[in-house]
């Protein structure tokens, strides 16, 4: 299995980004996909869940209402919009295959900077 995320950059407070998560080695189809993200000198947190069709969302706390993830099965790749993005939301993004409501599988990271 191998995770490519890509669409990370620098961005102002208020601005928005897309995030990509190329999925291959898998049957993307039939897996359960989620982000995550690590700020520095903090622990992983979970950004965002969504189920193999689609059907099922969830979303952290934090992000609720600014961020969307989504997928589109046809192209193996797993999406995350962000909005109006905060100086916190600073972090190295991570795309993840989940197996039982855990990640089994994670990708190389993206890094996403917004600047005050």
């Known amino acids: 299995v191998q995770l490519q995320a890509s669409g990370g950059g620098l961005v102002q407070a208020g601005g928005s980004l897309r995030l990509s998560c190329a999925a291959s080695?898998?049957?993307?189809?039939?897996?359960?996909m989620a982000w995550f993200r690590q700020a520095p000198g903090k622990e992983r947190e979970f950004v965002a869940r969504i189920s193999w069709g689609g059907s099922s969302l969830n979303y952290g706390d934090s992000v609720k209402g600014r961020f969307t993830i989504s997928r589109d099965n046809a192209k193996n790749t797993l999406y995350l919009q962000m909005n109006s993005l905060k100086p916190e939301d600073t972090a190295i993004y991570y795309c993840a295959l989940v197996v039982s409501d855990n990640p089994k599988y994670w990708g190389q990271g993206t890094l996403v900077t917004v600047s005050s």
């Open positions: 080695g898998v049957t993307f189809g039939g897996a359960n």
